[in-house]
């Protein structure tokens, strides 16, 4: 079965370093997301990108965040300055042609600021 | 906003016994779904239900869309299945809504 996947799996950094996340999403699908969910807390969504641009972002997705698609089967978070309370595991996913078609999830990269 | 509520929000269960996770919304959703998050943080798709119930293995879903809930059912189970239970929904846009989860023990 295809599936998302996400690389690293566990990325430690200091406070204020750049970091990217990296997702290869499935190879059809159009839809690409990325959601986080800090250690005991409820998953959020922090945005959603379809044809090479940002189709909503949350508050949480502020300037601090960016997202890429520089080829055509990466899709990249990048935070610019990491703070503390950006710890979180950060999951990417993909749709095939968007919300009314379900979502697969990747596996999470755990992000640890210290 | 749409509220997503899960009951029960703890659950402890001996390895064999069956069980039933529940989602309530507090308005109609296009769409719904289920995801198991094992002890690792991997957070694996279930199932894909807006309305209707489905089978896999010894799990199944059962959506009442017009009624706003959703059940998830587990059979015989097994250690494995322990984790945090999360059903989330969109409505109208790209964003998926998770709700607060039912995190299942199973004890051997």
């Known amino acids: 079965e295809p599936e998302v996947t996400q690389t690293p799996s566990h990325q430690v950094t200091q406070m204020g370093q750049e970091v990217i996340l990296r997702c290869v999403p499935i190879?059809?699908?159009?839809?690409f997301y990325w959601y986080r969910q800090i250690l005991g807390q409820k998953v959020e969504f922090l945005v959603s990108?379809?044809?090479?641009?940002?189709?909503?972002k949350s508050e949480i997705f502020d300037d601090q965040f960016s997202v890429e698609r520089p080829d055509g089967s990466n899709f990249t978070l990048k935070i610019r300055s990491t703070k503390l309370e950006d710890s979180a595991m950060y999951f990417c996913?993909?749709?095939?042609?968007?919300?009314?078609?379900?979502?697969?999830f990747g596996s999470g990269t755990r992000l640890t600021v210290v | 906003g749409i509220q997503v509520e899960q009951s029960p929000p703890d659950l402890i269960l001996q390895e064999g016994a069956n069980s039933t996770l529940r989602c309530n919304f507090s308005?109609?959703?296009?769409?719904l779904q289920w995801f198991h998050q094992n002890p690792w943080g991997q957070l694996i798709n279930l199932f894909y239900?807006?309305?209707g119930t489905k089978q896999n293995g010894r799990l199944s879903a059962t959506t009442v869309a017009t009624e706003r809930y959703s059940l998830l059912y587990i059979s015989s189970s097994q250690t494995t299945d322990s984790g945090v239970y999360f059903c989330?929904?969109?409505?109208?846009?790209?964003?998926?809504?998770f709700g607060t989860g039912t995190r299942l023990t199973i004890i051997p």
């Open positions: 996913a993909s749709s095939v042609q968007g919300a009314n078609y379900g979502y697969t």
């Open positions: 190879s059809n699908h159009l839809y």
């Open positions: 990108f379809y044809n090479n641009e940002i189709s909503e």
């Open positions: 308005d109609s959703v296009n769409n």
């Open positions: 239900i807006p309305s």
């Open positions: 989330a929904h969109n409505f109208g846009n790209e964003k998926l809504t």
